[in-house]
């Protein structure tokens, strides 16, 4: 297992249309691809919430890929903030 300081989160807010268009899934793809935990959900007011943790690398390539999505996702922004790590080695579809 890492050491708490060889691993980072983020909570990330994906705005656009990002609804209805397998962003979520795709999103815990990739997450598992990267050995990222945390999990991912949909938003009363259309964006979708997030939290990714793991090493720093693996989250890097995970936000990359939010930042674009899936085929039929539109990003228009992404906000991010940083959170102390809490020990989630799974990603999961809220």
């Known amino acids: 297992m890492s050491e708490p300081a060889a691993r980072t989160r983020y909570r ?32 009363f007011d259309g964006t979708v919430e997030a939290a990714v943790e793991g090493p720093p690398a693996a989250v890097d390539r995970v936000l990359a890929w939010m930042r674009t999505g899936p085929p039929r996702a ?21």
């Open 12 to 43: 990330v807010v994906v705005s656009g249309h990002v609804q209805g268009v397998w962003y979520r899934e795709s999103c815990r793809r990739e997450a598992a691809e990267n050995d990222v935990g945390g999990w991912i959900r949909n938003n």
């Open 74 to 94: 539109r990003v228009d922004g992404i906000e991010l903030r940083r959170e102390d790590p809490v020990g989630e080695h799974h990603f999961a579809v809220r």
